[in-house]
């Protein structure tokens, strides 16, 4: 995943930014893509690092997303044979800095979801839902997640990492696919022309 800066070629009236390209390559094909693009384009392709923090608030609008729809009927999956599927709604990596232990991943239940923003909701903004979460996973395991870095958040539709690699997943309903969508365009966009 690549943010584009500002290209110099006006391909059209008031369109000459391309703030987002997802690339599906394999890894030594990558380089020539981006040559591709860069020389075609007259712009420049670089990874789209995705702090921590944004990752935070991804979490938040997925879990709060999660409350809203969990009466809602789900009427727009789409349904594509033997394709891996994550069931719980909310999933999240910490790397550790350990070579013994990388990383540690904790996959958060529907029900638990739906708990914390009850709490998150109650507390009038007075706490963040990433705060909560994070007690929740010292309560129930005793592992101190505020000291670990966040390196990549899941829910049923895809998986987003710190270094700008995204995995979409199929048979998900389009409106969630369509959300995680918008906010990497937002995090793009951000990154290219500021907040």
């Not at 390209?21 to 712009?43: C, H, Q, T, Y």
């Not at 944004?54 to 409350?67: C, G």
């Not at 994550?86 to 800095?97: F, Q, S, V």
């Amino acid at each position: 995943m690549s943010a584009l800066a500002p290209s110099p070629v006006q391909l059209a009236p008031g369109f000459s930014h391309f703030p987002l390209a997802l690339i599906k390559a394999d890894a030594p094909i990558m380089p020539l893509i981006v040559r591709w693009f860069e020389s075609n384009f007259g712009g420049h392709i670089s990874p789209m690092r995705i702090l921590p923090g944004e990752l935070e608030m991804i979490t938040e609008e997925w879990a709060s997303r999660a409350f809203d729809t969990r009466d809602a009927p789900v009427q727009d999956v789409i349904r594509v044979p033997r394709t891996r599927k994550l069931d719980l709604p909310l999933e999240l990596r910490y790397d550790t800095g350990f070579d013994e232990i990388k990383s540690i991943t904790v996959n958060i239940t529907a029900e638990d979801v739906i708990t914390l923003v009850q709490a998150q909701r109650a507390s009038n903004g007075d706490k963040r839902l990433v705060d909560l979460i994070q007690q929740h996973i010292f309560d129930t395991t005793s592992i101190d997640v505020t000291k670990l870095v966040l390196s990549r958040v899941g829910n049923p539709a895809c998986y987003i990492s710190t270094d700008g690699k995204v995995k979409l997943m199929a048979n998900q309903s389009k409106s969630l696919t369509l959300q995680v969508m918008r906010r990497l365009m937002t995090v793009a966009c951000a990154k290219v022309f500021g907040p």
